[in-house]
Structures are given as structure tokens and as C-alpha cells.
């Protein structure tokens, strides 16, 4: 788990559901939850360190402007170019863009989301992209 490779535990650990009516008492023991739509995940996503998106959704979970330039954003669950959990302007502004799985399924998840990176060829390895903008939050 991500609390596995970290040296110091985390502060304070939000979980954002889209039914936090259904979160069990096992979540719930392990930190706050909001509801994915509500007036409080700006206000999350705006403090986060570290921001782990792991479900099959097909549209950004989050406007980009809502994390800040320096945050970690783990997105494991959507993994189709035609389905992403994270907005291609936060996609666009990434230091480090790694995708997994088929190395035909990661240049087109990458070319979908960077669009500015169309040249990728069919050998190049998405790997290291470099900073764009700037979002200053904290």
C-alpha cells in the first residue's frame, strides 16, 4: 500500500466517495470522507499532498485547478484513452507521466491526454514529461 513506501505517516487521510453513505466503518476509522460532488473536495484536493484516483470513471474526477503544481496524482482505475480520471490539463502540466500495461494501450492513453505530445512514436516509452504552468496553492 502507499503507506508502505512512505517514511512518516500521513497527517490526515480524506477519502472521496461518490456514496459516502455507503463507506464502511473500516474507511471511515482510517480518516474523513466527502462526497465527491460537494463544496468540500476543492478545499481537499487544494491541501493534498498526495491524491490516489482509483476507479473506472470515464470523465476528470476533478478540475486541474484544484490540486496544486506540486502535488502527486496516482490514477490507477480508468485505463483507456477513451476513459480518464484525471483532466488533460492537469495531464498536460506533469513532471512525470508513467503508464502501464500494454505498451500500445500506454502511448495511446498518452497521446490522448497530452495532446501535445502527437509525436510520440510508436517505440517512444512515455515517461519523463517535462513542468509546464503553474499552480501555487499552498
Given at each position: 500500500?502507499?503507506?508502505?513506501v512512505?517514511?512518516?505517516?500521513?497527517?490526515?487521510?480524506?477519502?472521496?466517495?461518490?456514496?459516502?453513505?455507503?463507506?464502511?466503518?473500516?474507511?471511515?476509522?482510517?480518516?474523513?470522507?466527502?462526497?465527491?460532488?460537494?463544496p468540500?473536495?476543492?478545499?481537499?484536493?487544494?491541501?493534498?499532498?498526495?491524491?490516489?484516483?482509483?476507479?473506472?470513471?470515464?470523465e476528470?474526477?476533478?478540475s486541474?485547478?484544484?490540486?496544486?503544481?506540486?502535488?502527486?496524482v496516482?490514477?490507477?482505475?480508468?485505463?483507456?484513452?477513451?476513459?480518464?480520471?484525471?483532466?488533460?490539463?492537469?495531464?498536460a502540466?506533469a513532471?512525470?507521466?508513467?503508464?502501464?500495461?500494454?505498451?500500445?494501450?500506454?502511448?495511446g492513453?498518452a497521446?490522448?491526454?497530452?495532446?501535445?505530445?502527437?509525436?510520440?512514436?510508436?517505440?517512444?516509452?512515455?515517461?519523463?514529461?517535462?513542468?509546464?504552468?503553474?499552480?501555487?496553492?499552498?
Amino acid at each position: 500500500t502507499l503507506a508502505d513506501v512512505v517514511s512518516e505517516p500521513f497527517a490526515d487521510v480524506t477519502f472521496v466517495s461518490r456514496a459516502p453513505e455507503n463507506v464502511g466503518d473500516d474507511v471511515i476509522s482510517r480518516g474523513s470522507v466527502v462526497a465527491a460532488v460537494s463544496p468540500e473536495l476543492d478545499a481537499v484536493l487544494t491541501r493534498a499532498d498526495v491524491v490516489v484516483c482509483a476507479t473506472p470513471a470515464e470523465e476528470p474526477l476533478f478540475s486541474a485547478d484544484a490540486v496544486c503544481r506540486d502535488v502527486v496524482v496516482i490514477a490507477m482505475g480508468s485505463h483507456s484513452p477513451d476513459a480518464r480520471e484525471v483532466p488533460g490539463a492537469l495531464m498536460a502540466r506533469a513532471q512525470v507521466v508513467g503508464a502501464g500495461g500494454h505498451r500500445e494501450n500506454a502511448l495511446g492513453i498518452a497521446r490522448q491526454q497530452l495532446p501535445w505530445r502527437q509525436h510520440l512514436s510508436r517505440n517512444a516509452c512515455p515517461a519523463s514529461v517535462p513542468a509546464s504552468g503553474s499552480n501555487s496553492c499552498r
